[in-house]
């Protein structure tokens, strides 16, 4: 079965410093989406970034860009010039042409102001 | 607004009183699943559903019912429910079923079973 592993529970890092999250896993598919989710302290579950395995180039959106590795099955997120705002659980997931969608235990970050 | 809602957001229950956790969504979604959040573990699917009258399990669907009788409405149902389902509750939409496809999550329902 497919896994997700986020080896951090938690990271911090000062405001607008650069901090990446780690997340690995591990499939036996070709075509997937790899995710990276906020979930802040309202339990909202916000869509932050994706990337489709097929595709080299990394995804960006504007502070958040990911570090996607194929090979390694690596996906790990950058947040730069971190906002107090982006305090929150972050959740890596997977999901395929399966319907199989698997998440990472989370990673809690804290924002030092 | 395009939205996924879930009620009620907040539920403390005894051991073995049948409940169900309502989800619906106004986005003409086929796609629909149900996840339960717990410290260390992240989310994990419990059921979903590809359209009407199509559900199949997921990772952790022991304890849990679904049915699918309208393409809005994806209900989570706990016949008898224990403590060990005292969880933070999910429910998911997408537009269609293949990976490429966004899920967009309900504000999620806090279970407690006392």
């Known amino acids: 079965a497919q896994t997700v592993t986020q080896s951090q529970p938690e990271m911090s890092v000062q405001e607008a410093e650069t901090v990446t999250l780690s997340c690995t896993y591990d499939?036996?598919?070709?075509?997937?989406?790899l995710f990276w989710y906020k979930q802040p302290p309202s339990r909202q579950m916000i869509l932050v970034i994706r990337?489709?395995?097929?595709?080299?180039q990394n995804a960006t959106e504007n502070r958040f860009s990911v570090n996607f590795q194929k090979a390694a099955k690596s996906f790990s997120l950058k947040i730069s010039d971190s906002q107090l705002g982006d305090a929150a659980m972050y959740f890596c997931?997977?999901?395929?042409?399966?319907?199989?969608?698997?998440f990472g235990a989370g990673t809690r970050l804290t924002v030092k102001p | 607004e395009a939205q996924v809602t879930q009620n009620p957001r907040y539920l403390i229950t005894v051991t073995g009183k049948k409940l169900t956790v309502t989800c619906s969504q106004n986005?003409?979604?086929?796609?629909m699943s149900w996840y339960r959040q717990d410290p260390g573990l992240g989310l994990r699917q419990i059921y979903y559903?590809?359209?009407?009258?199509?559900?199949d399990k997921g990772d952790v669907p022991e304890g849990y019912k679904v049915s699918r009788k309208e393409k809005r409405n994806f209900p989570l149902i706990l016949e008898s429910p224990s403590p060990n389902q005292t969880s933070l509750y999910f429910c998911?939409?997408?537009?269609?079923?293949?990976?490429?496809?966004?899920?967009?999550f309900g504000p999620g329902t806090r279970l407690t079973v006392t």
């Open positions: 986005m003409n979604h086929e796609y």
């Open positions: 997931a997977y999901r395929d042409n399966n319907n199989d969608m698997r």
């Open positions: 990337q489709e395995a097929y595709k080299q």
């Open positions: 559903s590809m359209n009407v009258e199509v559900t």
């Open positions: 998911a939409s997408s537009l269609g079923t293949g990976y490429t496809y966004e899920q967009y």
């Open positions: 499939t036996s598919e070709s075509d997937y989406y």
